[in-house]
């Protein structure tokens, strides 16, 4: 079965550092671009940040310069540095894979449960 498990949530103060995980099983992920998305209550997914099988990545303006996504193929497993947290980073955070680059949560094939992260100010 293949899964994805995310890790490293919690309650934050604005100013604050948080590094969530991504953990992957079942197959490896090594060959796929990993994606997170973020999700505030009434609000649409949105995608925040991705990296690719050859390391590369994107961001969303909203977190560049804050934000770092990293993986380590032989965990397979995702990271994302977030420094700087603020209020408004507060969310349902979740990773993904995809087997091409794309920033849109449709064409993601596999989805963690989700792991949330609060900032209080």
């Known amino acids: 079965q293949v899964q994805l498990a995310e890790s490293g949530g919690g309650l934050e103060q604005a100013g604050d550092s948080l590094r969530l995980s991504c953990a992957g099983s079942?197959?490896?992920?090594?060959?796929?671009?990993m994606g997170w998305f973020r999700q505030a209550p009434g609000k649409e997914r949105e995608f925040v940040a991705l990296?690719?099988?050859?390391?590369?990545?994107g961001y969303a303006e909203s977190v560049k310069g804050r934000f770092t996504i990293s993986r380590d193929k032989a965990e397979n497993t995702v990271y994302l540095q977030m420094n700087s947290l603020k209020p408004e980073d507060t969310a349902v955070y979740y990773c993904?894979?995809?087997?091409?680059?794309?920033?849109?949560?449709?064409?993601?094939?596999?989805w963690g449960q989700g792991t949330q992260v609060t900032v209080s100010s």
């Open positions: 993904a894979a995809v087997s091409r680059i794309t920033t849109y949560a449709n064409d993601y094939e596999h």
């Open positions: 079942g197959r490896t992920f090594s060959n796929y671009v």
């Open positions: 990296i690719s099988w050859d390391y590369s990545t």
